[in-house]
């Protein structure tokens, strides 16, 4: 069974258009991830409320965490009761590529290609997914938003170390072997306090830990599929990527550079919080809007 792409046009049209249809069923069941702050959740409930007045249709809505997002969707979609429309951060990069290939979403082209040009680039390209049931692709999910990767340090932490941010390395291997070898003993030793050079997510729950890492592969130029959805990991140069950013990533940890509970946290907020006080850098993920 589909997931319908009737809240999905009903939601575009409350964000981008003046005015919604009317719609012939009464109720719309809508599961959402939780957000980590409540501003988050507030916009949404927003959302919902301006929709219902504006169409009269009531949407039932339950929030789940977002590490039950997946396995309560899948088991719906088994059951043949999944909800009109679902969204977690996590579909992008787990899911969505495979419940279209599947035959699983549906095809909201009609929706998508006439506002293609209100999109920023590099964002509704990433829905445009093959249909193994048609055989052909289409839109098959409504970009909402982007992330964009930071590394985020604290002036007072490094010159508590005896450096300046004039030290700071530009090359990729230097600047991580920066905050491990210098900034961290330099610390230590300075504050008699046990700080980590690095927080670094790696958690198999955390998200944060699967954009993190895609940032070192990044640096590889790693690319795991072409345009046509070929898988390139027996490229031998792909291979040897996917190899030293792995090295990389894991080497941190290893050094003992970044704090043993990266491995257990579910999220970079949750990890954040924990071990703000311990910290020189940190990973940081920015969300803005795509349209």
């Known amino acids: 069974m589909q997931i319908p792409s009737l809240f999905l046009r009903a939601l575009m049209g409350v964000a981008l258009l003046a005015a919604a249809p009317a719609f012939a069923q009464e109720k719309l069941t809508v599961w959402w991830v939780k957000g980590f702050y409540k501003a988050e959740d507030d916009a949404l409930f927003a959302a919902i ?11 039932d809505l339950s929030q789940y965490p977002v590490q039950d997002m997946i396995p309560k969707t899948v088991a719906a979609l088994d059951a043949g009761t999944p909800p009109d429309v679902a969204y977690a951060d996590v579909y992008d990069f787990q899911v969505t590529g495979k419940w279209a290939y599947d035959g699983k979403l549906e095809d909201i082209s009609d929706i998508l290609v006439p506002i293609k040009d209100k999109f920023l680039k590099n964002t509704v390209e990433t829905t445009y997914l093959y ?62 306090k046990r700080t980590y050079a690095i927080g670094q997510p790696m958690g198999v729950d955390s998200s944060d ?14 690319k795991l599929v072409d345009g046509n959805g070929k898988l390139l990991v027996d490229d031998p140069k792909v291979k040897a990527g996917i190899v030293n950013a792995l090295r990389d990533y894991t080497n941190i940890r290893t050094r003992d550079c970044a704090p043993p509970s990266g491995v257990s946290s579910a999220s970079r907020c949750q990890f954040s919080r924990a071990v703000r006080s311990k910290l020189a850098a940190s990973f940081a993920a920015v969300s803005s809007s795509v349209a």
């Open 49 to 59: 409320k301006k929709f219902e007045d504006k169409t009269g249709v009531k949407v």
């Open 131 to 192: 249909n193994d049931k048609t055989k052909k692709k289409a839109y098959y999910a409504f970009p909402l938003k982007q992330q964009t990767m930071h590394i985020q340090y604290w002036k007072d932490m490094l010159g508590e170390a005896g450096f300046k941010e004039s030290d700071l390395p530009t090359g990729w291997k230097a600047y991580w072997d920066f905050w491990c070898d210098k900034v961290q003993p330099a610390h230590r030793s300075k504050t008699g």
């Open 209 to 222: 830990s699967f954009y993190s890492f895609l940032t070192f592969m990044d640096a590889y130029n790693v």
